[in-house]
């Protein structure tokens, strides 16, 4: 018998934005106040050379660095109290659903209908993040079993890339007559990681959760679905991008809140690094596929850093890309890993014509990197 080739589509995204956000002003309010009884606290070690004062932070180097405005959170008031300055999550009883269950059931619920299926269309789940709030039982299973979804669900984590490798992952299941759809979830709680201690990053990152269904195209796929043409995923080892928080720390008696158990970055470098990786992986990716820089409208790429994206976008392009081209959601929702490309793919594909092309890519900790070329069906 002759292989049917299963075509496979993005037919549906969903997005969970949390109720609080952070502006940078509020931010650095909280960060300097803490400065201010850090030195004030260890004035005689400073005085004496023992100790490096702490410098204050600053809302005009954060926007200028970054392009950051503004970060939506779980928990607004613990991040912002000096003598806290992490989210106030309680853990929850075993019986209710978890944080990460509950963001991912409203953007799954979203997702679901933008495809017009229900939990009896799909067959699996995946969740793809940076953080999971627990190893076991896996998260994507109490996902999939709050919305009641038969077949199989399991956890997985490549960072910041996370849901493009989720992407493929779906695809080849869906190519592979595994499953007719798949549900990538990507719940991302980045201020429980963040050390807010930290000058060089307390900025960075917010909490958002985005899911997609990637189902086989039939008659009935969305109208306004995207055909995957091809994905392309990689990974190269660096410390530059590095958090050591886990397990393994009871094990080691320095104790588990030190700044570098929590997230840490030499953000120049990974600036330096991952422009050049992305920008030939996109172009090499296009070419693959017999297309070029030229048949791409939009570039939903991974919400990092606004300068970044736009050195990439214009190594791929050729010339400076338009907001248009490369839409940018990290003014308001920070770095929210995983999340953040896809966020942009959510808000900003409706407008694009039937045969008009794509490319979301992400890239991050690893270093890894994932491109997935899409063309939008009628
Ligand atoms: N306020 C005022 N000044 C500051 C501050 C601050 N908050 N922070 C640093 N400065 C000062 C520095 O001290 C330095 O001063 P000097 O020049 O006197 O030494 C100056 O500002 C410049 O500092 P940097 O060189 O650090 O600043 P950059 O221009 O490089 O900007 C960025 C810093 C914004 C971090 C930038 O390097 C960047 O965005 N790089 C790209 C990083 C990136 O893309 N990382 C990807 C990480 S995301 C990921 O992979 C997911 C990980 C898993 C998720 C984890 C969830 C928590």
């Given at each position: 018998?002759?292989?049917m080739?299963i075509r496979a589509a993005i037919s549906g995204t ?97 997702a679901l209908h933008q495809a017009g299926r229900t939990a009896e269309d799909i067959d ?46 779906a695809?080849?299941?869906v190519?592979?007559g595994?499953a007719r759809a798949v549900l ?28 997609i269904v990637v189902e086989a195209v039939r008659d009935d796929t969305a109208s306004n679905a995207f055909e995957i ?125 039937e ?20 063309k939008k069906l009628g």
């Open positions: 018998m002759e292989n080739v969903g997005l969970f934005t949390p109720n609080e956000s952070i502006s940078n002003d509020e931010l650095v309010d909280a960060f300097n106040k803490w400065v201010e009884q850090f030195n004030s606290d260890n004035a005689t070690k400073i005085a004496a050379g023992e100790l490096a004062a702490k410098e204050p932070s600053s809302s005009a180097f954060i926007e200028k660095a970054s392009g950051i405005k503004s970060r939506y959170v779980m928990n607004k008031s613990g991040i912002l109290d000096p003598a806290r300055m992490k989210p106030s999550l309680p853990e929850r009883h075993n019986d209710e659903p978890s944080i990460q269950c509950e963001m991912a059931v409203s953007a799954a619920r979203e699996a789940v995946i969740v793809a993040c940076s953080n999971l709030q627990r190893p076991y039982p896996a998260v994507s299973v109490e996902i999939q079993a709050a919305l009641g979804i038969n077949g199989f669900a399991y956890d997985m984590n490549v960072a910041c890339s996370s849901a493009t490798f989720g992407i493929q992952a695809y080849n299941a190519q592979a595994n990538v979830i990507n719940p991302e709680i980045c201020t429980a990681h963040l050390n807010f201690r930290d000058r060089d990053s307390h900025f960075i990152f917010g909490d958002a959760c985005t899911a043409l091809g994905t392309q995923l990689k990974t190269l080892y660096s410390n530059n991008i590095r958090n050591n928080f886990g397990f393994l720390n009871r094990c080691d008696e320095s104790g588990v809140d030190l700044p570098d158990k929590l997230f840490i970055q030499q953000g120049r470098k990974v600036f330096k690094e991952v422009v050049p990786l992305v920008s030939t992986m996109i172009q090499e990716h296009l070419s693959e596929i017999g297309l070029s820089a030229e048949d791409v409208t939009r570039m939903w790429l991974h919400q990092a850093n606004l300068s970044m994206n736009q050195l990439i976008a214009k190594k791929v392009l050729g010339r400076e890309a338009s907001a248009t081209e490369a839409p940018v959601i990290l003014d308001e929702y920070a770095n929210t890993s995983s999340a953040g490309s896809i966020i942009a793919f959510h808000k900003y594909k409706d407008d694009l014509a045969g008009e092309q794509g490319v979301i890519c992400s890239f991050g900790a690893g270093y890894s990197a994932g491109s997935v070329l899409l």
